[in-house]
């Protein structure tokens, strides 16, 4: 049983595109987050949803939208791909908005925007 | 700005011998500190977290080591198996900063058999 898992693992598009990466845990947690790692293996947060409530959003760019239906779910919409959208996006959980709590990730979402 | 940061990009052990990764961290406010690890193909894993309150944590087969006067971190690895090989983050929550974690740049773990 997966923990947090993510559809599709891999996607790749071209330039000005619109798509959209799906995350669920099944942990019953009331955090998730969403990362992107880039070539050089550097992770940076970009989203934070508590309770589906969005608490994190860090200065990425508005054709990146998130979407929490719920608090088992945090999708990601890009909008008009481009190529610096390339990189792999995690998604993750944790039991609560607290600094000392866990991260739990997903296998990762490959994007490549040609 | 802060960061954090690591001082070697790559890293080869021999099996069975202890494996120390360093990290050096310049935000002084950090309250909390975790290693993670990331096998190839797959999300990052926790390993171990210290709380800045403390200079030293273990688990299993693992030693987080924390040393504030110097801002670094250090996970050791004992009797390192093929199965450590990965790449290994260090990463930061600040003071106020709830969960948003700062990462630091990979290093990577390569065990020879």
């Known amino acids: 049983d997966t923990a947090v898992s993510q559809t599709p693992k891999y996607l790749v598009t071209q330039m000005g595109n619109d798509k959209s990466i799906k995350c669920e845990q099944n942990?019953?947690?009331?955090?998730m987050y969403w990362y992107k790692q880039d070539s050089k293996k550097f992770l940076k947060i970009m989203f934070s949803?508590?309770?589906?409530?969005?608490?994190i959003n860090e200065t990425v760019p508005n054709r990146f939208s998130p979407k929490s239906p719920d608090k088992a779910h945090l999708n990601l919409h890009i909008n008009s791909l481009e190529l610096g959208d390339s990189a792999v996006y995690f998604c993750?959980?944790?039991?609560?908005?607290?600094?000392?709590?866990?991260?739990?990730f997903g296998p990762g979402t490959r994007l490549l925007v040609l | 700005g802060e960061s954090v940061g690591l001082h070697l990009p790559t890293l080869s052990v021999q099996e069975g011998d202890n494996s120390i990764i360093n990290c050096a961290y310049s935000?002084?406010?950090?309250?909390?500190f975790i290693w993670y690890k990331q096998e190839s193909g797959k999300g990052p894993q926790f390993i171990i977290d210290?709380?800045?309150?403390?200079d030293k944590r273990q688990g299993q087969r693992v030693t987080v080591l924390l040393n504030k006067t110097v801002k670094h971190l250090s996970l050791q690895i004992a009797a390192t198996q093929p199965g450590d090989s990965a790449v290994y983050f260090c990463?930061?929550?600040?003071?106020?900063?709830?969960?948003?974690?700062?990462f630091g740049k990979g290093i990577t773990l390569s065990v020879r058999p």
């Open positions: 993750a959980s944790s039991r609560r908005l607290a600094f000392q709590e866990t991260q739990y």
């Open positions: 942990l019953g947690h009331d955090t």
């Open positions: 949803y508590n309770n589906k409530e969005l608490i």
């Open positions: 935000n002084s406010a950090s309250d909390y």
């Open positions: 210290i709380r800045s309150n403390m």
């Open positions: 990463a930061e929550v600040p003071t106020g900063a709830n969960s948003k974690l700062t």
